[in-house]
């Protein structure tokens, strides 16, 4: 069972990009803000471009990105996040791909 609910409306993407704290890495750009005072779980929306490949390609990515997300996020408290694919990240290793997330979102 994962421990993070979806972001499912685009104001709450547009939100996040605007009010976030972003953090730029080689294969993502992560926004991240403190969750709402009536989020019981994290909140987390992934959007990766049509422009970075294929669907396979991009489902890849976004089920890399959410199982390093189950790891990370356990035992932490809730945390509105928002991983944006940069180009390298089609062709970045699952390692490569979880270094960066663990960098960005530093000691939380």
Do not use: C, W
């Amino acid at each position: 069972m994962r421990r993070f609910a979806s972001l499912r409306r685009r104001a709450d993407f547009a939100r996040l990009r605007q009010r976030g704290r972003r953090t730029t890495t080689e294969t993502l750009t992560i926004y991240r803000s403190d969750a709402g005072s009536d989020d019981a779980a994290s909140l987390v929306g992934i959007a990766v471009s049509a422009s970075i490949g294929k669907a396979v390609v991009r489902n890849t990515i976004r089920r890399r990105v959410l199982a390093i997300l189950d790891d990370m996020l356990r035992g932490h408290r809730p945390v509105r996040l928002l991983f944006v694919a940069r180009p390298a990240a089609a062709a970045a290793p699952f390692a490569r791909l979880s270094d960066d997330v663990r960098a960005a979102l530093g000691a939380r």
